[in-house]
């Protein structure tokens, strides 16, 4: 009995081990990733990569924790930096109720690193001025066809236009492969036009009438490094500055005050990125938090571990 019970003991803290410190076994939920990653999916979280997380509430179990100990954010040493297009897993939510470690975790892709630049025009991502796009991103298009289209392409039609006018959310090299079939007469692709705002996007402040096609430009806040403060630009900062690093922000007239005292400029305390889901029109992302701080970064998708589609178990993620 006492053998069992010591092999038992073992055998989880070695799991917890594995679980903390080196990877984790993640499903796909959803369509967000899809072109790259589809749902249903079981991929490997690698926390070597960047250094893994140590537990900020060690006393949890999945969603259930007890606050009495709490550490503050730490990450040990790992082999690789955050590079851009890198796919993480990473915790989010709208609230701070939950510690950051029991929060939601999502799935996305890094866009801009911190320090960086960003502009996203017609729905394409440019980085620093470079266009920093992976492949198979999804678009909405709408295709026309000259008669039906072979119902394996699982094209959804588009009945209130015609019979035979589809909506279709694929990549540009898919969209082109259409044209190719004989039974398409036109592909293109459906961006929103840069004068439509929409409400629910970052900042949420009509001083900035951006959409999920046509974003920008933004920095991205890095630690260390300093802005100039202005009654514009603040509205870009200010819930970032805030929220995760709990600062008093109040704006009179031109002037912005930080902790109650006038400041011309602030110093960001951590790194932080911006992400998007490669199903560019079904996904909340970045475009509509914010930015996401590295604090809450769990590890590096590397495997798809497991695919109802043929062929993609156990393949290296791109």
């Keep these: 009995m006492r053998k069992l019970f010591k092999f038992t003991f073992w055998t989880i803290a070695l799991w917890i081990f594995v679980r903390v410190f080196l990877f984790r076994v993640c499903s796909i939920p959803s369509n967000s990733m899809q072109g790259n990653l589809f749902e249903g999916e079981r991929i490997i979280v690698n926390k070597l990569a960047y250094g893994a997380r140590v537990p900020m509430t060690p006393l949890s179990i999945g969603s259930s924790y007890l606050g009495l100990i709490k550490i503050p954010y730490v990450r040990l040493p790992g ?5 851009r297009n890198d796919l993480i897993v990473f915790n989010f939510s709208l609230s701070d109720e939950d510690p950051i470690d029991i929060r939601e975790e999502i799935i996305s892709r890094i866009i801009a690193l911190p320090g960086d630049s960003l502009l996203i025009k017609n729905g394409i991502a440019e980085v620093n001025s470079q266009i920093s796009e992976p492949a198979n991103i999804f678009l909405p298009y709408t295709i026309v066809s000259t008669a039906g289209i072979d119902s394996n392409l699982n094209i959804v039609p588009n009945k209130e236009i015609q019979p035979t006018t589809y909506n279709y959310f694929t990549s540009t090299e898919k969209a082109a492969d259409l044209l ?65 690093e709990k600062a008093i922000i109040k704006v009179k007239g031109d002037s912005v005050f930080v902790n109650d ?58």
């Design 180 to 244: 190719k079939t004989g039974s398409v007469r036109s592909v293109s692709v459906n961006i929103l036009s840069k004068d439509e705002s929409q409400q629910f996007i970052f900042p949420n402040n009509n001083n900035y009438k951006w959409n999920v096609d046509h974003f920008g430009p933004l920095w991205i806040p890095r630690e260390g490094d300093s802005i100039a403060l202005t009654s514009k630009n603040i509205i870009l900062y200010k819930s970032t500055m805030e929220r995760f």
């Design 261 to 318: 005292r006038f400041a011309s400029h602030y110093i960001f305390e951590q790194n932080y990125f911006f992400v998007m889901g490669d199903n560019r029109h079904n996904v909340i992302d970045s475009r509509t938090w914010g930015f996401i701080p590295e604090s809450h970064i769990i590890g590096k998708v590397s495997v798809i571990l497991y695919s109802p589609r043929e062929g993609r178990s156990l393949s290296r993620v791109k």
């Design 79 to 83: 082999f690789s930096d955050f590079k």
